[in-house]
């Protein structure tokens, strides 16, 4: 009994002091992430370094891509958040495939662990999904459009991220495995920029098209792992939670896992087999072009 309760009172502490042994990853990440102000700081800078992304995108694009230059206010705006997503997505794939199949720390507790390396990457997630979610309410105000399953994504993905910032004592483990979920992104990105410039017709198209539907079918397998962790733990993850954060993190995740998901694999894998940008207004895409590209396909 007296080694059980010694036991429990080191992972409290290990919870609350999270530590890494990597000497170059404890220089990087090595901050006290229980104050606010480095929280709410790394939050921010999340928000600024994507935001930079966004812009740099948008000075790049209108240098070099004459696609980009012809597109209309609201499709720029999606071509520079597709951009910035794509960015976002590998952060998370570094990010989550470590929590899964690297570090020991996650591996030995799925509830409770930190890391001060997945303190970084969830408040810089956290920052991202917060630009997420003002880019696309000021998007839809603007250009008075409204995507529900967008929107619903975007506002728990940052509900789930956000409560870290609140509750300390949250493990980051189902945290980095959302994170993972974005591992999609990247193809996404080079589809919708390819499928704009008139290459849907293209070996590398269709190459990256079926590399983005295989994603999506291990986003649904990732989401059953998720929900494996969370049943096997159920009561400790509540508790490690609290009422809130658990509502809105079991909210995306069954919204991810029957909705989301199930849609978006259907709806790419249709864009295979009749490449259409479905973000605006189904144009059609003909012959690898789009609508009013007769003849010639446009330089990206």
Not at 24 to 34: A, H, I
Not at 143 to 149: L, Y
Not at 229 to 242: A, K, M, P, T, Y
Request: aromatic fraction near 16%; glycine fraction near 6%.
């Amino acid at each position: 009994m007296k080694e059980t309760i010694v036991g429990m009172r080191s992972v409290q502490r290990e919870e609350m002091n999270p530590t890494n042994d990597d000497p170059v990853f404890g220089t990087v990440f090595d901050w006290d992430y229980l104050l606010w102000e480095i929280r709410l700081t790394f939050l921010a800078a999340g928000f600024l370094i994507y935001l930079g992304v966004f812009l740099l995108s948008h000075w790049l694009s209108s240098w070099r891509s004459t696609t980009y230059c012809a597109l209309s206010a609201k499709e720029k705006v999606f071509w520079n958040m597709a951009v910035t997503r794509g960015v976002f997505g590998l952060q998370s794939c570094v990010a989550g495939l470590w929590a899964l199949l690297i570090d020991p720390v996650f591996h030995a507790d799925k509830v409770y662990s930190q890391q001060k390396w997945s303190w970084f990457n969830c408040l810089i997630a956290a920052g991202f999904f917060l630009l997420e979610n003002v880019a696309v309410h000021v998007s839809n105000i603007i250009f008075r459009t409204f995507d529900i399953f967008l929107v619903v994504h975007h506002l728990l993905a940052f509900g789930g991220l956000a409560g870290l910032v609140i509750n300390v004592k949250s493990g980051h483990y189902l945290p980095l495995m959302g994170m993972l979920l974005e591992m999609s992104t990247p193809s996404t990105c080079i589809s919708w920029m390819l499928l704009k410039a008139g290459r849907a017709n293209t070996f590398f198209w269709k190459a990256n098209q079926w590399v983005m539907i295989h994603l999506f079918h291990c986003r649904m397998i990732l989401t059953y792992h998720m929900w494996w962790v969370c049943i096997f733990n159920w009561n400790s993850i509540i508790e490690n939670l609290g009422l809130l954060h658990f509502i809105v993190l079991f909210s995306g995740l069954f919204a991810v896992t029957l909705i989301l998901n199930p849609y978006w694999t259907y709806k790419k894998t249709q864009q295979l087999l009749s490449p259409t940008d479905w973000n605006f207004e189904n144009k059609a895409v003909e012959n690898g072009k789009l609508n009013g590209e007769t003849h010639e396909k446009k330089r990206i």
